[in-house]
């Protein structure tokens, strides 16, 4: 056996030992919790939810789940400088989604959402559903 047939052999072999998370072939399911209300934080959502496409391209199934304080993230009159953000990973397949509890309790309009932001119930027990569905929360 030359050099490269082993090289390739231990490539191929140590490709099937990696966590399905790291294979970019493999898909993965990543949920950013929004919590709070931190401009410089929601960047870092962005740009981790940026850096997830760039990995996992059409194999990642990403969602964001903004409640608590976190909902003024999806409102597109506190934070419409980032509306072309939203709007380009939606177009990626990105799932925006807002808590109705804390759209109720910071006065938050379903018309002051997003186009396409999605309403559940309760944030909390959305963020909680979707751990038990495999979802790999990712918090910032």
Do not use: Q
């Amino acid at each position: 056996m030359n050099r490269r047939d082993f090289l390739l052999g231990t490539t191929g072999a140590l490709a099937l030992l990696l966590p399905a998370t790291v294979r970019s072939e493999d898909s993965v399911k990543i949920l950013f919790p929004v919590t709070f209300k931190d401009r410089k934080r929601w960047k870092k959502v962005f740009l981790r939810i940026r850096g997830s496409i760039n990995i996992w391209g059409a194999g990642a199934d990403i969602e964001v789940i903004a409640y608590d304080e976190g909902i003024a993230f999806l409102d597109r009159f506190e934070n419409g400088e980032f509306a072309e953000r939203i709007e380009n990973l939606m177009l990626y397949g990105v799932k925006f989604k807002a808590c109705r509890v804390a759209m109720k309790m910071f006065e938050v309009s379903e018309d002051s959402l997003f186009e396409g932001v999605e309403t559940v119930r309760s944030g909390f027990e959305y963020h909680v559903l979707k751990v038990k569905e495999g979802y790999i929360p990712i918090y910032l």
